[in-house]
């Protein structure tokens, strides 16, 4: 079944008020907005975009902390499968954290335990990235709940989360993304949002 962005939004307004803040819906829809324009910029389909961007962290409505990445992509994609959605739609609660086809390729930690680590493993080395699936791993590393740039982003990420051992590769990885945007563009990604100038 396909998720237009009126039906993902409605998934969310259910969601609101349910846990400790509503920050989470708040991010997935500037990241579905922000994802709609570039998409639209490139000539994709931009209601497509906006779905895969408010839904991306849908297994926060959980409210599992611990463990990251690897629970809320899980839980969201187990949601979404469950409410009979595609396999493009479930999918990007798992692929929008990792980078390169890499499930080490992330802001976060990753916990290598138990069966949900193994399915993500696989799911992510097996699985060819396309470019609205890539959109959503950008505009993930663009957003809080306002447009910022990307750099300015990964540093409220590293605040947030700390240090690892991957951390240096994630940032180089993030960096090449935004590269492969404005290549396709053949111009700066950024110029599509002059609010950002706003929110430095």
């Not at 998409?39 to 902390?65: F, M, N, S, T, V």
């Not at 097996?126 to 791993?137: G, L, Q, S, V």
Request: charged residues 30%.
């Amino acid at each position: 079944m396909k998720l237009t962005s009126d039906e993902a939004l409605n998934i969310l307004k259910k969601e609101r008020g349910k846990l400790e803040s509503d920050m989470w819906i708040e991010h997935q829809i500037c990241v579905g907005n922000t994802a709609g324009k570039i998409a639209k910029a490139l000539g994709l389909d931009e209601d497509k975009e906006k779905a895969l961007g408010y839904i991306h962290d849908i297994g926060k409505r959980y409210g599992i902390k611990e463990r990251g990445a690897l629970v809320h992509g899980y839980k969201g994609y187990e949601y979404l499968k469950k409410l009979g959605y595609d396999e493009e739609y479930a999918g990007i609660c798992i692929l929008h954290s990792y980078l390169n086809n890499d499930i080490n390729c992330l802001a976060d930690i990753t916990d290598k335990n138990g069966l949900e680590y193994e399915f993500q493993k696989y799911y992510v080395e097996n699985h060819k990235y396309t470019d609205e699936e890539k959109i959503i791993n950008f505009c993930d590393l663009m957003c809080t709940n306002k447009v910022l740039t990307m750099e300015k982003r990964l540093i409220d990420l590293l605040v947030r989360h700390g240090v690892f051992e991957t951390t240096q590769y994630h940032i180089k990885e993030a960096l090449k993304l935004k590269q492969y945007f404005d290549n396709k563009l053949g111009y700066n990604l950024y110029n599509l949002f002059p609010e950002i100038k706003e929110n430095l």
